[in-house]
């Protein structure tokens, strides 16, 4: 009786999970996507709590008090951070697959290896690989976002490398080959371990060699992991919501990594293991080209004489958490009747959708920004395109320079606009040290300093002027 | 460059080599009639679910919303916390105490994964305005 009952209840989560996600296709119903998944969850959990094999409650009620304890917190994180939170999450749900796959090979040894079944041993080397990989390649990750101090933020990369990383999850594949087929040999115990530590190991080694510009691939990547290690579960707990809710969540993250590499022009392998900041002096400044510094009262003029302003923002807005003056900068420029848009690329930020979780954040009418794709056919109109934090997404050499490791990437078309300002932080070249043409352009003016500042200063210079209409 | 594209297939192919192994597994099982398996273990019917709610969900992600992708990838992270379910058996049942212990650390991380998931996902959320929205505030 209780089993049809829970067959039931997961089968209306399973829906509901769907549902979440199909809302998810529009800002209006998206919050209704997050009530669906929150009551699939709360039945999910019921129906399974309620179950007559369930007969400890202490521990559960515990582990459930201090997950409330310590997820309350990690929601609260400024968006800023939203990056490395979904590392961590990403991080502990891998954690937890590969738990469980430990525990249950354990539990079925002690009771003789009768459950363990070459299927079931399949179901849980998978899951145990891609749990433990999934766990410490997204602390490293987690890591490299937040910049823990003893975590190189530079991809590391040195000889033999991958030979290395695809050598050591041969090895684990072996032993784990080993393990399906002898599951209750006496050895079997200590080659278990063997198999957690060299998941663990590879994760770190997989994502030691990426630099901050991949990480919204990686993000992707690591998602899509954890969504399978949760499949992996499913099978070894022949439990159909597992695999259902599983398989979405990998789906997913495989759809953002499949837009986030096209978003670049690059394949997967070539963000896992082309390790993109090597190919640093491919270009150095060429003698001759100088930037053409521009003042703030100056920019502002030209800024208050515009018709159509198209704002291009990058991971250095949110390093400098800029995003609050622009949003003044916009109301100012909204206030004088001219049309203002922001222009996303895709891995503008370290995670898909960064820029507009921000922007969106500083209250930015989400009508307002716009995907590449959309906004390009309009920069040749744009009079002013104003570059705040965005460095090799709006770099012309993607177009032509077969040299250069951003080569066929899709850009935003700044340079097409009649005016381009570019906020930076000093002169030195971004990341990968490629040099970005669009600087040097005739129609570029640089204005350097912080971004907060130099928007902040925009902004205080057009409140002065606002009278003068 | 050959060198390359090998090596790096091999982890997300051999994660999906394991998968995809499981059918074959799945036949081997059923050819070898039952020596351990004492209730029977459809193997075949999660292949098929596992299939085509991948497909679903490609279908479905697909139409999300751009804008949203922060959010989606906060909110699919709070779906996969599904794994509590795996928890609570483990944790729950009448297992010897360390194997319980791990499924009480795994129960800790799903349930932190869905309530910091689910929150910070409708915040994120709420923050997304049409204009007139935005003015009234």
């Known amino acids: ?469 | 460059m050959a060198r390359r594209l090998i090596t790096g297939l091999g982890a997300p192919l051999l994660a999906g080599a394991m998968l995809m192994a499981l059918p074959a597994v799945a036949a081997a099982q059923e050819a070898a009639p039952a020596t351990h398996a004492e209730q029977p273990f459809d193997y075949w019917s999660m292949v098929f679910v596992f299939l085509l709610a991948t497909f679903i969900g490609i279908g479905v992600i697909r139409r999300v919303s751009r804008l949203l992708h922060t959010p989606l990838m906060s909110i699919t992270n709070a779906i996969s916390a599904i794994a509590v379910v795996g928890s609570i058996i483990v944790t729950g049942s009448d297992y010897p105490k360390e194997i319980r212990l791990m499924g009480a650390v795994a129960l800790f991380a799903s349930m932190t994964n869905i309530v910091s998931g689910f929150l910070i996902t409708d915040r994120m959320l709420k923050m997304f305005k049409t204009k007139r929205e935005a003015d009234q505030q």
């Open chain 1, 1 to 469: 009786m209780t089993g049809s009952v829970v067959q039931l209840t997961y089968i209306v989560a399973t829906a509901l999970f769907v549902f979440a996600l199909h809302w998810m296709n529009h800002p209006k119903t998206a919050r209704r996507g997050v009530f669906s998944g929150v009551a699939a969850m709360l039945l999910a959990v019921v129906a399974t709590w309620i179950q007559p094999v369930v007969v400890h409650h202490g521990w559960i009620i515990l582990a459930i008090i201090a997950g409330f304890v310590v997820g309350v917190p990690l929601s609260l994180v400024p968006l800023t951070a939203v990056p490395q939170r979904t590392a961590l999450s990403h991080a502990f749900g891998g954690l937890a697959a590969g738990l469980v796959g430990t525990a249950k090979y354990y539990l079925w040894y002690g009771e003789g290896g009768g459950e363990l079944s070459p299927f079931r041993m399949t179901a849980i080397v998978a899951e145990i690989l891609l749990g433990y990989l999934t766990f410490t390649g997204s602390l490293m990750a987690a890591g490299k976002l937040q910049e823990v101090k003893w975590i190189p933020q530079r991809p590391v990369t040195y000889r033999g490398q991958n030979v290395m990383n695809i050598g050591l999850l041969l090895v684990a594949a072996a032993i784990g080959l080993w393990l399906i087929i002898n599951p209750t040999d006496v050895l079997a115990p200590k080659m278990f371990p063997v198999v957690i530590g060299l998941a663990l190991l590879f994760g770190v080694l997989l994502v030691i060699p990426i630099g901050g510009a991949d990480m919204p691939t990686v993000i992707s990547i690591l998602n899509s992991y954890a969504g399978l290690s949760a499949v992996a579960m499913g099978f070894v707990l022949d439990n159909k919501l597992l695999i259902t809710a599983g398989a979405l969540d990998g789906s997913s993250g495989l759809i953002l990594s499949i837009i986030m590499c096209r978003a670049m022009n690059r394949s997967f392998t070539n963000v896992l293991f082309g390790a993109f900041g090597q190919v640093q002096q491919a270009k150095q400044l060429e003698p001759g080209k100088v930037y053409k510094p521009e003042t703030i009262e100056g920019a502002a003029q030209v800024l208050e004489q515009a018709n159509q302003v198209v704002i291009v923002p990058g991971y250095g807005m949110a390093v400098a958490q800029a995003q609050h003056k622009v949003r003044e900068l916009y109301d100012q420029l909204k206030k004088r009747g001219i049309t203002v848009k922001f222009a996303i690329h895709p891995v503008a930020g370290r995670m898909p959708g960064h820029m507009n979780v921000l922007l969106a954040e500083a209250d930015i009418p989400y009508t307002d920004l716009v995907e590449m794709s959309d906004i390009n056919p309009d920069m040749p109109q744009c009079d002013v395109a104003l570059v705040v934090g965005a460095n090799d997404v709006v770099n012309p050499v993607a177009r032509y320079d077969k040299t250069s490791p951003i080569y066929g990437m899709p850009i935003i078309d700044a340079d097409k606009a009649k005016t381009v300002y570019a906020i930076k932080r000093s002169t030195r070249p971004g990341f990968a040290g490629i040099d970005n043409e669009l600087y040097f352009s005739d129609r570029t003016w640089m204005l350097f300093g912080d971004a907060k500042k130099v928007i902040g200063d925009l902004v205080k210079q057009l409140t002065d002027t606002g009278g003068i209409h």
